[in-house]
């Protein structure tokens, strides 16, 4: 302990020597950061033999809790589980805060439920910081080193999403999480692949020993993670033996990847009868794989360079050529470690020691998947669609966890993405909610998906209006809000969607003038529809707008009228009833004086033809003179 922590103060030491002059020694210099959580516990949990701290699992993520059985004797041994039901979405993640950025080994385990009505084998991908890293395959829990899935991935913020995406068969669930540090350059594979790849172990094999040991077991440096290690006695093509020692071994505990010392105390050697040794993997074909092979002399009875050299194949092409364990190292009980790429087509990969000198010799095999690390979503945009999320009042469901696009396996439902080069960023250009028993608000924040082509929330019960922001996503060319209960005007900012091809607003209860650089604009191959608002005008197929008049005029107006009914109303009374007094004074005259009121009765008919005359013919005068109206 003592003489690794040393060991590592003195490389720290050197690297910011050699690098800057700037003092760098982190907190956690001499322990990595290391969490383990126990699913669905309730409290901290300390395991045996290791006496191992296990989190109580709070806070992380949704899902629930259930008891577990242990699938596998490999797998911790933890009571509780935490599974996460189809119904609730097929995306869930626990988000692990507030860790150093650096190189961490995520290893999950998992669990089944300890319930005879729920117990199946449940199949599902995991991906970690949007790169989907395993996938499990039917009778998993039949088997030892598949009872968990490891990543080696870089996390470059201040928090890991671990995520679990459901498959249609059985509700994920996981028995523990453990998120550990190691050295910033284990496992790196060079300039080539750079830091842009995710390493998924798919064997990690120690010969000789008989039995399964994780690193912890071997008391190995935390800084080395603690990678689970399956025994093989024996390979399984020919004819071999194990030899083990409890000899010092040299050059182990060592960074970057701290490989403890009892993996080299124990090895398999060819025979006289077949001094080569061989070994075949299956793997997924068509994938990058990184090889690492471990070595150490520990036979007495090969003491010097020469007299052990071996070529290694790997599936018939040499790889390494005249391997001599002792003229490498320089040593005998020292360690030794050879790592290689390759692409592989077919389904498995054969490993062959071909000995020319000799028997050959190996004590471990690591196999590494090499994964290419998804580019994430632009982070503006995830935040945007969350805000969506909660203010349209997304169906459980729907998930929508973990980032939006990526693992391209598993985007969210309802979002399209594409890729943006130049951002080197995923984003959002499409939105289908449409038919989804949306109940809420179209939020401002819309608009944050800059790069958003078509919209569709068509037949949903949306409400409230329809946000101004819209019109600041340029590149919009389908907006389909029909059939919601959308109020309020259509913004004028709708105007300025140059690229615009559908816009459907029928079927809600929208107000007021159509903008008119919408109605207005020459419509080409465009797709208007704003039918069914009772309450819209102004465009060609909708009712003529009136003046546009405040609520006192309108109240002027309704008194001014009423005012007028009743003005009339009087007058006409007024008239009637002097009239009635005019014909009966005339009849009572009449009566008396005959000839003289027939008299002035001619006279005034007389008077009134002569005024009608001039009238008419004054009128005429006018009309010749004037332009004809249409
Ligand atoms: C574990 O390793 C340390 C040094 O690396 C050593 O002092 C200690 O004795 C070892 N313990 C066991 C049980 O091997
Ligand atoms: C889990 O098992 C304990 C007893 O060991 C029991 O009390 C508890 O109710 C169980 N929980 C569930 C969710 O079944
Ligand atoms: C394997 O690596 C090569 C070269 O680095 C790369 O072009 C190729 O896409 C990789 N294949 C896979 C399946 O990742
Ligand atoms: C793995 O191999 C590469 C290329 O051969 C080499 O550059 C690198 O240092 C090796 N990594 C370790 C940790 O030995
Ligand atoms: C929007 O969704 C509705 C309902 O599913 C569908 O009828 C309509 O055609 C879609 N709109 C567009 C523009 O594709
Ligand atoms: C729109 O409807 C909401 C209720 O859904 C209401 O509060 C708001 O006042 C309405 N706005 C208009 C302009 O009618
Ligand atoms: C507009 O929508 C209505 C239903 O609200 C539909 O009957 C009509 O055909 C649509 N008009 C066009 C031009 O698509």
Redesign the pocket.
Known sequence: MQLRSAIFQLLLLHISLSTTSLWVFPAQANEPFALRISCGSRDDVRTPPTNTLWYRDFGYTGGRFANATRPSFVSPPLKTLRFFPLSDGPENCYYIENIPAGRYQIRVFFGLIADPNLASEPIFDLSVEGTQFASLKPGWSGVDDQSFAEAIVDITDTSASICFHGTGHGDPSILSIEVLQIDDNAYYLGKSWGNKVVLRPAKRLSSGTGKPAFDEDMNGTHWGGDRFWKPIKSFSIGDDQAISTENVIAETSVPPNFYAQALYQSAVVGTDREPGLSFQIDIDPNKNYSLWLHFAEIDPAVTKELQRVFDVLINGDVTFKEVDVIRMTGERYTALVLNTTLSVSGKSLKITLKPSAGHAIISAIEVFEIITAEMTTSPDEVSALRTLKSMLGLPLRFGWNGDPCVPQQHPWSGVDCQFDRAQGKWVIDGLGLDYQGLRGFLPNEISKLQHLQSINLSENSI???IPVTLGDITGLQVLDLSYN?L??TIPESLGALKNLQILNLNGN?L?GKVPANLGGRPLHRARFNFTGNDGLCGIPGLPACGPHLSVGAKIGIAFGSLFGLLFVLVFITCWWKRRQNILRAQKLAAAREAPYAKARTHFRDIQLGKQHRQLEASKNAHASESVPLS
């Open positions: 409400r409230g209006p209960e109020n309020g209860s107000t």
